[in-house]
């Protein structure tokens, strides 16, 4: 089946997800949106810069249903990236949020977005890499998960691993963040996992289940 959607306006750039199942656009308005062809729905970007440049979709997210996307404001003020997180199914709908924004330097090229890490060329030609503040703690988390956690930069690991929760529940990795919410054994982290997963009846499913 093909689907066709109209805008009321005129749409200045696309840019698809890897298997075409969203697609954000930009329209003449400068305003950013999300449309999902899969059932013809249209979600406004809030916070979206109106010098944004391009946006790029997490490949680490390709096979999961929620995903990952950063816009690039090009404005030299500015010179921010934005992440923001869609997640299909909640008890408001699908819904698009705004995580966090991470300076770039001036020159940088984005090129490619793979699990919270862009890559791309600097103004001399030279390949390089930017950590989103938006993934500043998953690397980290995925040690403490594992049991190689090694030191946690002078905060309290108790501290550190709650932060932690918090982060891999707002991007949605929500088998993860319980890995570690039963690890640290902490009330809580429990709190925080419930505080920050009820709004999407996915991971209530998921805590259930578990």
């Excluded at 440049?53 to 990952?68: I, M, P, Q, Y």
């Excluded at 890499?129 to 690991?157: P, Y």
């Excluded at 993860?176 to 009330?187: F, S």
Aim: a positive charge.
């Amino acid at each position: 089946m093909v689907n066709e959607y109209t805008h009321d306006c005129a749409i200045r750039s696309c840019f698809p997800n890897q298997s075409g199942t969203r697609v954000c656009f930009i329209d003449a308005n400068r305003k950013g949106h999300l449309y999902s062809p899969v059932d013809d729905h249209r979600l406004l970007i809030l916070d979206f810069p109106a010098s944004c440049s391009k946006v790029l979709w997490d490949a680490c997210d390709s096979s999961r249903g929620n995903g990952t996307f950063i816009a690039i404001d090009s404005n030299s003020a500015q010179q921010s990236i934005v992440t923001y997180i869609y997640s299909p199914q909640t008890t408001k709908g699908a819904v698009v949020e705004k995580l966090a924004d991470t300076k770039y330097p001036s020159g940088f090229n984005c090129v490619n977005l793979y699990d919270g890490v862009v890559h791309g060329q600097r103004a001399s030609g030279a390949l390089s890499m930017i950590q989103l503040n938006s993934h500043s703690c998953v690397d980290q988390a995925m040690r403490d998960v594992t049991g190689r956690g090694g030191n946690h930069g002078g905060m309290s690991r108790l501290e550190k691993m709650r932060g932690e929760i918090r982060q891999l529940t707002a991007l949605c990795r929500l088998k993860r963040a319980w890995d570690l919410a039963v690890k640290l054994g902490d009330k809580k982290a429990f709190k925080i996992l419930g505080m920050q997963v009820s709004p999407c009846t996915a991971c209530v499913f998921l805590i259930v289940s578990l």
